[in-house]
């Protein structure tokens, strides 16, 4: 099966710095999309943004000029480098990739387990 492995979330005031790397292990034959989202409680999760294979990417307009997503097809790793933070970016970020498994006959998507993003005013 895929895992996806997240990590680099914590507390940061705003205006600050945070990077979140994500990496996927696992039989994987193949990444399609990467991306990342984010969900507060009691809303629904909203894509920050994504990254095709290519390297094409598409960002949230909340996000848009702050964040940047990354990849790095060789480890299966995708980044988000989040700069100006605000508290309004306070939530779990997750990692999300579509994958062909190695015993899988159709690509699916795999959900990391989740890093809490705390931005203080």
């Known amino acids: 099966q895929v895992q996806l492995v997240e990590s680099g979330g914590g507390l940061v005031q705003a205006g600050g710095s945070l990077r979140l790397s994500c990496t996927a292990t696992?039989?994987?034959?193949?990444?399609?999309?990467m991306g990342w989202y984010r969900q507060v409680p009691g809303k629904q999760r909203e894509l920050c943004a994504v990254?095709?294979?290519?390297?094409?990417?598409n960002y949230a307009d909340s996000v848009k000029g702050r964040f940047t997503i990354s990849r790095d097809n060789a480890k299966n790793t995708v980044s988000l480098q989040m700069n100006s933070l605000k508290p309004e970016d306070t939530a779990v970020y997750y990692c999300?990739?579509?994958?062909?498994?190695?015993?899988?006959?159709?690509?699916?998507?795999?959900w990391g387990q989740g890093t809490q993003v705390t931005v203080s005013s």
């Open positions: 999300n990739a579509n994958v062909l498994s190695y015993v899988g006959v159709r690509t699916g998507d795999y």
């Open positions: 990254i095709t294979g290519r390297g094409s990417t």
């Open positions: 696992g039989s994987i034959f193949s990444i399609n999309a």
